[in-house]
């Protein structure tokens, strides 16, 4: 029998900047998933305010928060892609990269999972990826009907034969709440805080040495 290809999962956002939260949930969705996780920061976000820090200067904290292990990657095709980061366009160049039988799992939080049916072409989402629900103690945001709909044809529990197909189905990641903002740590370096123990030393470092949102 042949050996099923490795999963590959992205996690995507601003990381402005990165911390615990976003490095955590990285490393449980890769230990779940058994995948290699791509962590890959948006250029302009279609629907969040924009970062505060340039494209440049995030790729150097997630580099430094990434150095020394091999499971969590860094991709950056976003940023090099000019106007709005539509992850379809994303899942969609990756697809032609690595072939339609690869799993490819698109990590969300319930927030985010919640607010599908507001992305570009999100139908067209489940052609391209499975998706990862990273869900964490607490109540869960309310889908639309059509969400819904989409979750009850597509629910499949992680050990589930999902790994047998390259797209399509929806699966429930249980990851541990680390209750952290980067708009709280970029608050806290406003004030002239520290935000010691939220994110990596070697980011902090970098932070302050740059000056970075002060």
Do not use: K
């Amino acid at each position: 029998m042949s050996t099923p290809a490795p999963v590959l999962a992205l996690l995507g956002g601003t990381f402005d900047p990165i911390h615990y939260g976003h490095l955590r949930a990285a490393w449980e969705a890769a230990e779940q998933l058994d995948a290699q996780v791509c962590l890959m920061p948006a250029n302009v976000p279609p629907h969040r305010p924009q970062p505060r820090l340039s494209a440049e200067q995030r790729v150097q904290l997630l580099e430094l928060a990434l150095a020394g292990q091999q499971r969590l990657a860094l991709d950056t095709r976003e940023l090099r892609r000019d106007g709005p980061s539509y992850t379809v366009d994303t899942l969609r160049e990756l697809r032609e990269e690595i072939g339609a039988a690869r799993p490819l799992v698109l990590l969300l939080g319930t927030d985010a999972f919640a607010g599908l049916p507001s992305w570009s072409r999100w139908l067209q989402l489940f052609e391209l990826a499975h998706i990862g629900v990273m869900t964490r103690p607490g109540a869960a945001p309310a889908l639309s009907p059509e969400l819904h709909a989409q979750f009850l044809a597509r629910a499949c529990a992680v050990d589930g034969d999902w790994r047998g197909q390259g797209a399509g189905r929806i699966l429930s990641l249980d990851i541990t709440d680390l209750d952290i903002s980067a708009t709280g740590i970029r608050n806290l370096l406003a004030r002239g805080q520290e935000p010691r123990f939220l994110l990596p030393e070697a980011v902090l470092a970098q932070i302050r040495q740059r000056g970075w949102y002060r």
